[in-house]
């Protein structure tokens, strides 16, 4: 496999959009698939509905002028949002429609919404708007009996210093409630870094658009010695859930404007989902049985700690109602041969074989890794370092760098990585070597950068 060095644009689009005409122009008469909001890894999902013969219609959540910047250009044949929903769900029946796929966490609640509209598969749509709110999702799993971390939220920090002491914990976990990328998410040691916290995030507006009136205040799980972060990737196809693909996170904690210290990406270590514990597994399955989920895809992080015997073993971070993010797709491909957006596509073809394929991923699974790239200054790029060294790392198959003349900002949420490394290679141990040489190039710096 040969390296594939990308210095493009995070929001390149000439790829994704020429999917997409190409589909709708080539099953124009045939079936088609709303995808709403088609950002990150579900930009590239045409090109795997196009091989079912499925056409494709983007759907966009909001009016074209109110999308957060972060997200693609929309193109002509697209739909937008304006408020009404019957008008909307009459477009897409006119254009054939015979499956509606949510491409974001903000695409859900609309994406529920159509399918219940046109009769088509799909989850319920009070659920799809209670998941935007991370706080509804811990009271939802309360509620079904399902272990999970306690929390409150608020908008008042004597409230959440009140919440600290019945706690009897520092550091405690604080993030805004409906937002994305760890926007506003930190480790919180003492009061006073918690009143700052406050003081900086509350009537922020945030990534996507919205006003942070609320923080979710709650157990760190992560200081519990022993507990370590995975990532559980489901697809679901009629209630019947198939665990698509797992992975472990390694995190570091970084200082942020509010006074905390954010959990930064480092790696992320793929796994075979045939070795995912068991009772992990099927924490993962509670959750989604919680939630009512039978459509689509689903990326749970939950925090596992093996020390502890019984409930509390496994306690869910978060769940978003999408697939995984970050060209997460292209990574599994390359180490298995297989990409997740082909399984999703499989799923809302309907195609029967989807239920038999369990453990597929697993046997041919190659060790992989993707490093993040941080930065602790702010510039603008002049010019890339260690390129060469780069090319010589075996296990580097493909990279992104901020491209030159792009800008560089201090490192605290997944917005701020300038950039990112996917190892695989049949040996462990030559990951770890390469990665140890990424590791040292990052503290001399990828980039020249101008103040």
């Known amino acids: 496999m040969r390296l594939k060095v990308t210095i493009l644009l995070w929001a390149a689009v000439l790829g994704p959009l020429h999917s997409h005409a190409r589909s709708l122009c080539d099953a124009a008469e045939g079936k088609h698939v ?37 997200f693609d250009e929309p193109g002509a044949d697209d739909l937008f949002f304006d408020g009404d929903l019957k008008k909307l769900a009459g477009a897409l029946k006119n254009r054939g429609i015979t499956g509606v796929v949510s491409g974001s966490d903000q695409g859900n609640p609309l994406a529920q919404e159509l399918a219940a509209a046109l009769g088509l598969p799909g989850n319920d749509p009070n659920i799809a708007r209670l998941l935007r709110d991370k706080y509804e999702q811990i009271l939802l799993l309360k509620k079904a009996g ?3 971390g306690d929390a409150i939220k608020t908008a008042d920090v004597d409230e959440a210093i009140a919440f600290q002491k019945r706690l009897n914990q520092w550091p ?10 760890g926007q506003g998410a930190g480790h919180y040691y003492n009061k006073r870094d918690l009143r700052k916290a406050f003081k900086t995030w509350i009537g922020k507006v945030n990534s996507d658009g919205n006003i942070n ?38 995190k570091v904690h970084v200082k942020n404007p509010g006074g905390g210290y954010s959990p930064v990406y480092e790696s992320k270590d793929l796994l075979e989902p045939a070795s995912v514990p068991a009772d992990l597994k099927s924490y993962g399955l509670n959750v989604l049985h919680a939630f009512g989920l039978k459509e689509g895809a689903s990326h749970l992080e939950i925090f596992r700690n093996p020390t502890i015997d019984g409930p509390g073993r496994n306690l869910l971070v978060e769940l978003n109602p999408r697939i995984a993010g970050g060209k997460s797709a292209d990574l599994i491909e390359m180490a298995a041969g297989e990409n997740s957006l082909a399984i999703l596509a499989e799923a809302l073809s309907r195609d029967p074989s989807f239920r038999t394929r369990e453990g597929r991923i697993g046997p041919k699974l190659l060790p992989a890794r993707k490093i993040w790239l941080r930065y602790d200054v702010d510039g603008t790029v002049t010019e890339h370092k260690f390129l060469e060294e780069l090319a010589k790392l075996p296990s580097l198959k493909k990279y992104f760098l901020t491209p030159v003349n792009g800008r560089v900002i201090k490192t605290y949420d997944l917005d701020g990585h300038p950039g990112w490394f996917f190892l695989v290679h049949k040996d ?21 950068l101008s103040r």
Do not use: C
């Not at 045409?46 to 909001?62: A, D, I, M, N, Y």
């Open 146 to 148: 399902v272990p999970v």
């Open 34 to 70: 709303a995808i709403v909001d088609a950002i990150s890894t579900m930009a590239g999902f045409p090109e795997h509905l196009f091989k079912r013969g499925l056409g494709t219609v983007r759907v966009w959540s909001g009016p074209r002028d109110a999308l957060p910047e972060w």
């Open 428 to 448: 462990w141990a030559q990951i770890e070597k390469d990665t140890q040489v990424i590791m040292d190039l990052q503290r001399e710096g990828f980039f020249r």
């Open 213 to 250: 009136d609320a923080l979710i205040v709650m157990a760190d799980l992560s200081a519990t010695p022993g507990s370590i972060e995975y990532v559980l990737n489901f697809t679901s196809q009629n209630g019947v859930h198939i665990l698509e693909s797992a992975a472990r996170y390694t």
């Open 172 to 181: 405690v976990f604080v993030k805004p409630t409906n937002t994305s990328g």
